[in-house]
Structure formats: C-alpha cells, structure tokens
C-alpha cells in the first residue's frame, strides 16, 4: 500500500527498500513519546537550568522574543532578543559561584544570572547591565539588581 502511495512514474520503490526505509524511521523514532499535547525523547532528561531560562526570556519579553538560542559558552545557557523599534541582547547565565561575573563582566549585552543559592545574592556586586533572576514560589521570577537586595 505505502509503495503504491509513493511511487512515480520515474522512481519505484521496492519491496526491500520500503522495508529497509520503514526499519529506519522506527528505529530512528522508538525514543520519541507522544503524551497528549507533548512530544519528548525518552532518553533525554529535561534540564532545569534551559527550562528556568525559557521562562525568564518569556516573561521579560512578554511570551514573544524575536530571537533566541541556546548557547554552548558556559555560563551562559540562553541568548534571546527583544524589543520592537530598539532591540535589546539579553543572555541568561547559571551562577555556581560569584568569580563567574568576571568571565561576563565586560559584554555588551544584558546578563541575567541564575543564582545557584540565594545566600550569596547580597555578598555579590554586579556590574552595569547585569541582574540577578531569583525564583518566586508562583514560578515567575523577580529581578534585582546589586543595589536592590
């Protein structure tokens, strides 16, 4: 039936090849799950840090960035744009420890830090354009600066 379905004129598929390609796209998807409106890979686990990224970038910018990616340079997890006659770089960051301000310190953009624990979050001076996302018991997230704890 799916070679009738596929065939053209020029191009015929055969019996073997349709069981070769049909073998492919089951094993190439045996890790996918379908759970009502989501779809994720049973063998990657979700990361926590990405996630809370996500949701920082879409409450600031109001569930519509311009543009986003998830980077590879740590500590950065999340590069996103916002703004609409100005655009804004903002890059959200997972901090472990506070000498990872240095790494970040001299960017253009705005840096959001996550703090691993919030017992450090007075200890630290930020620099200019930088803030602190601290984690609110509703899920949203509230955003200082070094002066504003």
């Not at 073998?23 to 996630?51: H, N």
């Not at 879409?58 to 980077?71: C, I, N």
């Amino acid at each position: 039936m799916l070679s009738v379905r596929f065939s053209a004129d020029d191009f015929d598929i055969s019996e073997n090849r349709l069981e070769t390609m049909l073998y492919q796209l089951r094993i190439g998807t045996g890790d996918i799950r379908f759970d009502e409106d989501m779809v994720w890979c049973a063998r990657a686990l979700p990361d926590s840090k990405l996630l809370e990224s996500i949701d920082i970038m879409l409450e600031l910018s109001d569930d519509a960035p311009r543009d986003f990616q998830v980077s590879t340079e740590r500590p950065c997890i999340l590069k996103f744009l916002m703004g609409t006659d100005r655009l804004r770089i903002f890059t959200v960051a997972y901090m472990e420890h506070p000498i990872e301000i240095g790494i970040l310190r001299k960017r253009m953009e705005r840096i959001i830090w996550i703090p691993e624990k919030d017992s450090f979050l007075r200890d630290v001076v930020l620099p200019a354009k930088h803030f602190f996302a601290v984690l609110q018991s509703d899920g949203s997230h509230r955003f200082y600066g070094s002066n504003e704890l």
